[in-house]
């Protein structure tokens, strides 16, 4: 038993480490190595929230699609993840502040000039 273990151990130690990305409904290609993911089981709308604490994004598995939300304090994400109702909290709270809203994520990347 202690022998299996510790070959367990030793693939897992030689294994690449794989980064996860998700495509969000912005069309981008988004690397969740930085982010902080949990698999919601209590929520019918809800499926996964993915949270990067350095750069407040919010990362939510919606109805089996992807959206980015940015600038989300820790205290909004805790009270998703607090909340009674998750989907009662995020529909109004954070969802509708995604496209011009205060989490509307402005791009990062710089402007080519044509």
């Known amino acids: 038993m202690v022998r299996t273990l510790a070959l367990l151990l030793a693939q897992l130690a030689t294994a690449p480490i794989v980064s996860e990305t998700v495509e969000t409904g912005e ?18 709308v809800l499926q996964r929230v993915c949270y990067d604490r350095k750069q407040q994004d919010l990362i939510v598995a919606n109805n089996g699609a992807y959206d980015r939300y940015c600038g989300v304090t820790p205290d909004t994400v805790e009270r998703l993840l607090g909340a009674p109702s998750m989907a009662q909290f995020f529909n109004p709270n954070i969802k509708p502040e995604a496209t011009t809203g205060s989490y509307a994520c402005r791009t990062r990347e710089p402007v080519r000039k044509g």
Do not use: A, K, N
């Open 27 to 44: 069309r981008r290609l988004v690397d969740l190595g930085s982010f902080e993911c949990r698999d919601i089981t209590r929520s019918t």
